[in-house]
């Protein structure tokens, strides 16, 4: 058998190189809420010699993605992680086209705009158009949050059938963030099914009391959802006349991005069974 013919679970394996494995898996430790991380701690989670994490910690401090915290036992992410995070972000395209997208939007509406794709679970925001006004939102390119409780993750979710769902919900509940949150997956079903075919999301406090929010799917040339694009109004209601205008201008926008990304609605005319599986 020749390498081409290998399976491919077996020639992921043999040209797997595994110092570099542990110190990507080590990296990964690190998250919000575990900022700071001792080697030996590192040592234990990955189940590995003591003198393995010192030699992949210092030739990552070395490299700057992992810096010692002050008192020089543990150690925390470095900037060169957060360097190609940000050069991760400006290679997609659709954030190269989406935020001057977004900076015309948030003017003419005169909100903060948002663009957020979905990783498994969750939403990451990977653009953002902000006003200069006095409500400071804690949401940052790079933020996550979870998709069946945001309008925005409703909008990413609207292209899995029930059984895709149950595969990223295996749960008999979900978890509840507020009187809003859909309790179970086929609330969450029904639910971006409603959203699907209205077009859009507008809803009023449902992941944040006091927060609304006006959100619209983009797709590309698949047909498929690959972003949600929105509008963050600090404000627990919206004055009709304004809403009107502020979920037009929502769609038009998304829309405009999915045709830059060769969408064309005519050669997306598939049907699928929703309820497959």
């Known amino acids: 058998m020749n390498k081409a013919e290998l399976p491919e679970e077996e020639s992921q394996e043999k040209y797997s190189v595994p110092g570099l494995e542990r110190g990507l898996r080590l990296l990964c430790e690190f998250n919000r809420q575990d900022k700071t991380l001792s080697a030996p701690e590192l040592a234990?989670?990955?189940?590995?010699?003591?003198?393995?994490?010192?030699?992949?910690?210092?030739?990552?401090?070395?490299?700057?993605?992992?810096?010692?915290?002050?008192?020089?036992?543990?150690?925390?992410?470095?900037?060169?992680?957060?360097?190609?995070g940000f050069e991760y972000l400006a290679s997609l395209e659709l954030t190269e086209i989406g935020r001057p997208l977004l900076d015309r939007l948030r003017d003419e509406i005169g909100y903060s705009c948002n663009l957020v794709v979905r990783d498994g679970r969750s939403i990451v925001y990977v653009a953002k158009s902000v006003t200069p006004?006095?409500?400071?939102?804690?949401?940052?390119?790079?933020?996550?949050l979870p998709a069946h409780a945001t309008v925005l993750g409703r909008v990413l979710l609207e292209d899995l059938s029930l059984a895709e769902l149950r595969k990223i919900y295996p749960e008999g509940q979900l978890e509840v963030f507020s009187e809003n949150t859909p309790k179970t997956v086929v609330d969450l079903f029904n639910m971006v099914q409603q959203d699907?075919?209205?077009?859009?999301?507008?809803?009023e406090g449902f992941f944040e009391?006091?927060?609304?929010?006006?959100?619209?799917?983009?797709?590309?040339?698949?047909?498929n959802v690959v972003a949600a694009l929105g509008a963050t109004i600090p404000a627990p209601h919206i004055d009709a006349d304004k809403l009107e205008v502020i979920v037009r201008r929502v769609r038009e926008t998304a829309s405009e991005l999915s045709r830059l990304l060769d969408h064309a609605p005519e050669r997306s005319g598939k049907v699928v069974n929703m309820w497959q599986g």
Do not use: C, K
Not at 70 to 77: A, H, K, Q
Not at 133 to 144: D, E, H, L, M
């Open 44 to 84: 234990r989670r990955l189940s590995v010699p003591r003198s393995t994490v010192f030699r992949l910690l210092t030739t990552l401090e070395r490299m700057g993605f992992v810096e010692r915290t002050e008192g020089g036992r543990d150690y925390r992410l470095g900037m060169a992680v957060l360097r190609l």
């Open 209 to 223: 009391r006091g927060i609304s929010t006006v959100a619209a799917p983009v797709r590309d040339h698949t047909g």
């Open 196 to 203: 699907r075919e209205r077009g859009y999301v507008l809803q």
């Open 133 to 144: 006004t006095a409500f400071a939102s804690s949401v940052t390119v790079g933020t996550r």
